[in-house]
């Protein structure tokens, strides 16, 4: 970490296709927030922007659906979105979106300095157009088989899968996703950034530069980028929803929403600016500003590579100090997913959870996915609550505001002289801050927020071990020394917790009447060098309860939602998938159908889902590769019969060629079946 005082941070933008659910607050947001919450502490200049992401193919496939516009469907994710993050309190300077005029001219002006300084390359290249729709198809209006995994629903931007970042036009077998036609390649003009040109710069930049201080998942997946080659990108989509593109020969174009979305962290800044009469450039031009980016793994390659590009070509702004990305977090052990409703929405906790913002954050902290995928459950949801907010934390506190009332009416008493057990725990506060700043710095969020939660583990034993309520009776001098360092340990707890639990941060610093003191303390570095922050004589409110037990009840009410999730699922999944379009005699005599046994089946490397398999087809032995691998073991395939459609064209998957492919189905669990013929005397028989 530099010593710089001035922070731009950003934060992903959601997309506005969907309200936020919890996989998304432990990513992204709450470690973003702790982090803007810390540097405001320190006394620091801080920027935290967001905003609505409102742009690109999804939003108009599902403002279809609905029959609405995309306008109408992000004015209202945008508002639900907005209105959780404010109460849930995520303390954005400035959240933002990516329909307003003021972002717009920002990527508009941002496209035409790229263009005016020759840094686009114009080709004419062939896309997939939809005869019937009339259209060229965007990316995500593409659907078909991924070439690397497998996966027969990837995108034609990426495949959710394997992760992999496609084109549409490297997909197997692909579809519109609007009329389900297969389309065809047609010519179209598109600009391009020649991220190739900017790979030796990357490469020594974040990968060897980067190589001790950036997560290594980050530099791994950067890395991995730049050893397969950069190729040139597309800032452009035919498309009508979007920011037109604003040169000539840009009609019916609009910049391509991975191009347009992360200039909306300069737009957002330069509409705060605008308000709080500040210069935004000092926030993206200076290089003593440090600039950081919390994002999902699945964001990498566009923070650490494409937008970077973006800003080297323009030439006049800062690189990020630290792109902090989190993996992924999955719910009671299975993928979230938005689809499935297989998710913890946070407006719908909002709701059944009323005033316990805190709680969430805490365990979305504890146990965020920082360097591996990670798992929520409700029950852990529970016992944290109960066994170390209330027990631990909230216990501390409410015993040391409620003999503070008994024995001195609220006053804080005068002590005496300090044993050296007091000394002890007096210095042990004073070393929290530095413990913390170490965690938080070096964004490891779990390991602060730990040690958080020591701090009122070292005040519960205190008052456990000096027992004030036995020393009233028979030394009740030696009891107001007890309760005048219980209460520096409450005052230090308000002020460094801030960054985790702003809430109950604000409610105790009530109780210990923070706004009456005159004093400079009750900040972070007053906690880190004075062993007086709550002084002798001033009144403290009444205790009232951090935190409340959540019962059995609650957690089985969502226990249920979800099973109700995965039931409506399986009924959906058991559907019979309806009949395709008509095809003709002539175009299914074309296939080569034959029978055919496996005779040797081997994982592909590095991949969860591809079999590589050699198969006797009767006309000769054949090399098949197939997503067959997380639904058989390479022992079940050997000696399988098999339906095998021989005269498919080859294909190069993961560098292995294909050549043919079994035919499958799927029964109602997922699970993938053969298509199988039981007689073993067929081997090599066409199927007529």
Request: aromatic share 10%; proline share 5%.
């Amino acid at each position: 970490m530099s010593d710089n005082k001035r922070f731009t941070i950003t934060a992903a933008l959601p997309y506005t296709n969907g309200p936020v659910h919890i996989g998304h607050l432990a990513g992204v947001y709450v470690p973003a927030d702790i982090f803007a919450r810390y540097q405001r502490l320190k006394g620091n200049d801080v920027a935290f922007m967001c905003g609505s992401d409102e742009h690109g193919v999804p939003i108009t496939i599902k403002a279809k659906k609905e029959g609405i516009t995309p306008q109408e469907l992000v004015d209202r994710y945008h508002k639900i979105i907005g209105d959780s993050f404010e109460e849930f309190g995520i303390s954005f300077d400035n959240y933002s979106r990516t329909s307003a005029h003021i972002h717009h001219d920002t990527a508009q002006d941002f496209f035409k300095k790229l263009e005016a300084d020759g840094k686009f390359v114009e080709q004419v290249t062939e896309q997939l157009y939809d005869k019937e729709a009339d259209q060229f198809l965007a990316d995500r209006f593409v659907t078909g088989t991924c070439p690397k995994c497998g996966n027969p629903d990837a995108y034609g931007d990426q495949c959710e899968n394997c992760g992999t970042s496609l084109n549409a036009t490297d997909l197997i077998n692909p579809k519109s996703a609007i009329t389900g036609n297969t389309p065809e390649l047609r010519e179209t003009k598109h600009w391009f950034l020649p991220l190739d040109q900017y790979s030796d710069w990357l490469n020594e930049w974040i990968v060897e530069g980067h190589a001790q201080d950036w997560k290594p998942n980050v530099t791994g997946q950067v890395k991995s980028w730049i050893n397969d080659g950069l190729q040139p990108r597309a800032v452009t989509r035919d498309l009508d929803w979007g920011i037109p593109v604003p040169v000539k020969g840009g009609e019916g174009k609009v910049l391509y929403v991975w191009f347009d979305a992360p200039i909306g962290y300069i737009s957002a800044t330069k509409e705060w600016a605008a308000k709080t009469h500040k210069n935004w450039e000092d926030y993206w031009k200076d290089e003593n500003t440090s600039l950081v980016h919390f994002i999902g793994k699945d964001n990498i390659v566009f923070h650490c590579i494409i937008f970077p590009s973006m800003l080297k070509a323009h030439g006049d702004y800062i690189m990020p100090e630290n792109v902090p990305a989190n993996e992924f977090l999955n719910l009671e052990d299975q993928k979230i997913s938005t689809s499935r409703n297989w998710a913890v929405w946070l407006h719908e906790y909002l709701e059944e959870f009323p005033g316990q913002q805190d709680v969430l954050r805490y365990v979305l902290t504890a146990n965020a996915p920082e360097t591996k995928d990670n798992n929520f459950t409700w029950k852990d949801f529970q016992a944290r609550n109960n066994n170390e907010l209330v027990a631990i934390f909230g216990n501390f506190i409410n015993r040391t505001l409620v003999l503070t009332h008994k024995y001195y009416n609220g006053v804080v008493p005068e002590p005496n002289e300090f044993s050296s057990v007091d000394l002890e725990v007096l210095n042990e506060i004073n070393a929290y801050p530095a413990k913390l700043e170490q965690s938080v710095e070096r964004y490891r969020f779990r390991e602060s927020v730990t040690e958080l939660m020591n701090l009122a583990r070292l005040g519960n034993k205190y008052l456990a071990d000096e027992e004030p309520w036995k020393l009233m009776k028979t030394d009740p001098e030696r009891v107001k020394t007890i309760m005048f360092v219980s209460l520096q340990i409450a005052a230090s707890l308000s002020v460094l917790s801030e960054p985790f639990l702003p809430h109950a941060s604000e409610k105790l610093k009530s109780m210990l009447c923070h706004a009456d003191l005159e004093s400079a303390s009750f900040q972070w570095n007053e906690v880190a060098s004075q062993q007086t922050l709550i002084p002798t004589g001033h009144k403290i409110n009444k205790a009232e309860l951090l935190f409340s037990k959540i019962e059995d009840a609650q957690i089985e009410a969502q226990l249920e939602k979800l099973e109700a999730s995965k039931a409506t699922n399986a009924a959906e999944k058991s559907q019979i998938m309806p009949q395709k379009d008509e095809t003709t005699y002539d175009d299914f005599m074309k296939m080569d159908l034959r029978v055919g046994e496996i005779l040797t089946a081997e994982k592909m490397p590095k991949t969860d889902k591809l079999m590589v398999m050699t198969v006797d087809t009767g006309i000769d032995n054949r090399t098949i590769v197939s997503g067959i691998a997380q639904h058989y073991t390479a022992e079940e395939l050997v000696g399988k019969k098999v339906t095998v459609l021989v005269n498919l064209a080859p294909r190069k998957l993961r560098g292995t060629v294909s050549q043919g492919m079994i035919l499958l189905a799927e029964d109602p669990d997922g699970k993938l079946v053969f298509v199988n013929p039981d007689d073993a005397s067929v081997n090599g028989a066409v199927i007529a």
